[in-house]
Nanobody, 125 residues
Framework: EVQLQASGGGLVQPGGSLRLSCTAS????????IGWFRQAPGKEREGVSC???????????FYKDSVKGRFSISSDNAKNTVYLQMNNLKPEDTAVYYC???????????????WGKGTQVTVSS
């Protein structure tokens, strides 16, 4: 059984930082695109960032335009874990963040495969 365990959310002031973690089990970790979606109240789910964890394109990344320069995604294959470092957080980053994994980028964007439970990120003064 594939499991994605997300952690690291919380309440932070604008300009602050958080690091989300997503630990995967039950899959071949270095054969996936793994990353984060978010969904704010009343808004559609959106892809935030993902990383290729293995293969020829290992380490290649995607970032939503609004988080470029503020968020950084990385993977520790020895720990089967992907991290999302979020800096200079803004109120509009407030959402439930979900970890997702797929064997291809197009399937990842469509959210077609594996999902973890969400973790709440709240940016507020």
């Amino acid at each position: 059984e594939v499991q994605l365990q997300a952690s690291g959310g919380g309440l932070v002031q604008p300009g602050g930082s958080l690091r989300l973690s997503c630990t995967a089990s039950g899959l071949t970790f270095d054969d996936y695109f793994i990353g984060w979606f978010r969904q704010a109240p009343g808004k559609e789910r959106e892809g935030v960032s993902c990383i290729r964890t293995g293969g020829r394109d290992r380490g290649s990344t995607f970032y939503k335009d609004s988080v470029k320069g503020r968020f950084s995604i990385s993977s520790d294959n020895a720990k089967n874990t992907v991290y999302l470092q979020m800096n200079n957080l803004k109120p509009e980053d407030t959402a439930v963040y979900y970890c997702a994994a797929s064997p291809s980028l197009s399937r990842w964007f469509d959210g077609m495969d594996y999902w973890g439970k969400g973790t709440q990120v709240t940016v507020s003064s």
